[in-house]
């Protein structure tokens, strides 16, 4: 280790003691200081514990299992949660009032046999949302007809049936346009007599007619 | 495991016999080196114990890995790498530069207690010292470390430079760096010149 001694023979004096200091002598004497510590006593024990064949084995278990095992958790948990839990995503929650009634979704089906929720129908389907609004009072029947005898097995279940909301009625618009213009009668008067213009004839070169901008009139 | 003494085994055997499942050869490779890996990470890290962990988990890691090692360079040598970059990967945690951050660098950073000054510490005085460990603290972090880990003397600059991934020539021109730019702050503290 005597390489990394060096004695540089520098003739400093300490401005406190005023002795002679070989400053690199007295940084590595300092610096050797700093990590003169000896570790516990305790480290060889502790090192030999870590590795017991049985500590080995419990630890041999690569992390990406352990975090693997995690993300499964996490998403069985997640799973679970998404499919007990009251709220369900717009496709499934029931889009009329019958529907909301009877628990069950029954889409409108439009006139060529497709299934049309209300988000479907564009403003310029008109055949699908014909059909919405005329499955709305079927649905409705069909769930006040089943809603009667379900009300007593729920109270056995110690549920509380709730009001349904009252059906909305779809809006209807008569044809909107602008009143006819009432005229009653029209009158016309003649007009005033005008008294004549007298223009004099304009020749060749005239100067007669000028500009009112007197600078066109300096041009050559 | 027969009990066989190991007092005068050298390392290359003494690994091959833990490989084999010898942890008491194991334990005698750690208490040949807990004092040199021990040193590294303090040097490193400056607070015993987070060199204390350091020490701990680079003898566990390296026994888990003692397969991989190829025996192109000693045992010492592959142990010191492991603490080392174990040493810097914990200083470079949000605990350890919260730490600094809040405690800027100076002489209370090093938690190392003073042992009391040597014979050779004693012709220093008080004042210098303390406005060494204090530079000493401030420098960058690689000029620091190789002086520190050099100034040590646990091992030859060969090791340390292996150790730290760097070639010897940088290693010797980071000490001497570091000497330089101490000797320029203290010049500045009125302790010589330059």
Same mark, same amino acid.
């Given at each position: ?155 056995? &279940? ?28 029209? &009158? ?8 004549? #213009?007298? #223009? ?8 007669? #007619? ?11 | ?69 190829? &025996? ?93 991934? #760097? ?28």
């Amino acid at each position: 280790m005597s390489e990394t001694r060096r004695d540089s023979g520098f003739g400093n004096r300490d401005s406190g003691t005023g002795m002679p200091v070989d400053l690199d002598a007295a940084i590595d004497a300092v610096a050797r200081e700093m990590t003169d510590a000896e570790p516990s006593g305790a480290l060889r024990a502790h090192v030999l514990e870590q590795i017991r064949p049985d500590r080995r084995r419990s630890a041999a278990v690569p992390q990406w299992a352990w975090a693997g095992a995690t993300a499964a958790v996490v998403l069985a948990a997640a799973t679970a949660i998404w499919v007990i839990s009251p709220m369900r995503g717009p496709e499934d929650a029931p889009t009329t009032v019958a529907q909301q009634r009877s628990g069950t979704p029954s889409p409108a089906v439009a006139g060529d046999g497709r299934v049309v929720r209300p988000s479907d129908a564009g403003p310029g389907d008109a055949s699908a949302a014909a059909a919405l609004t005329a499955s709305v009072p079927k649905a409705g029947r069909a769930a006040a007809a089943r809603s009667a005898a379900p009300g007593a097995a729920l109270a056995d &279940e110690g549920l509380h049936q709730v009001q349904a909301l009252a059906e909305i009625e779809p809006l209807r618009f008569a044809t909107v346009g602008p009143d006819p213009l009432q005229i009653a009668a029209v &009158e016309v008067t003649a007009f005033p007599a005008m008294t004549p #213009i007298d #223009i004099p004839s304009l020749d060749a070169g005239s100067s007669d #007619i000028t500009s009112a901008d007197p600078k066109k009139e300096n041009r050559p | 495991m027969e009990p066989v003494s190991i007092q005068g085994v050298s390392d290359p055997e003494l690994v091959e016999r833990a490989r084999r499942g010898d942890q008491a050869a194991f334990g005698t490779l750690v208490d040949r080196h807990r004092t040199s890996v021990f040193r590294a990470a303090l040097a490193a890290l400056g607070t015993r114990e987070d060199a204390e962990e350091v020490a701990q988990e680079a003898f566990v890691a390296a026994y888990r890995h003692l397969q991989d090692f190829r &025996e192109d360079a000693s045992f010492k040598t592959w142990l010191l790498s492991i603490a080392w970059r174990k040493a810097l990967t914990r200083r470079r945690t949000v605990k350890t530069f919260l730490r600094r951050f809040v405690q800027p660098p100076g002489d209370t950073e090093w938690q190392v207690p003073d042992a009391g000054p040597t014979q050779e510490q004693a012709v220093l005085g008080q004042e210098l010292r303390g406005h060494l460990r204090r530079e000493i603290s401030k420098l960058p972090p690689k000029l620091r470390d190789a002086l520190l880990v050099a100034a040590a003397g646990e091992q030859s600059y060969g090791d340390i430079a292996a150790m730290l991934g #760097i070639p010897v020539g940088t290693l010797k021109w980071r000490v001497n760096e570091a000497r330089r730019q101490l000797r320029i702050r203290l010049a500045g503290m009125g302790h010589g010149h330059v």
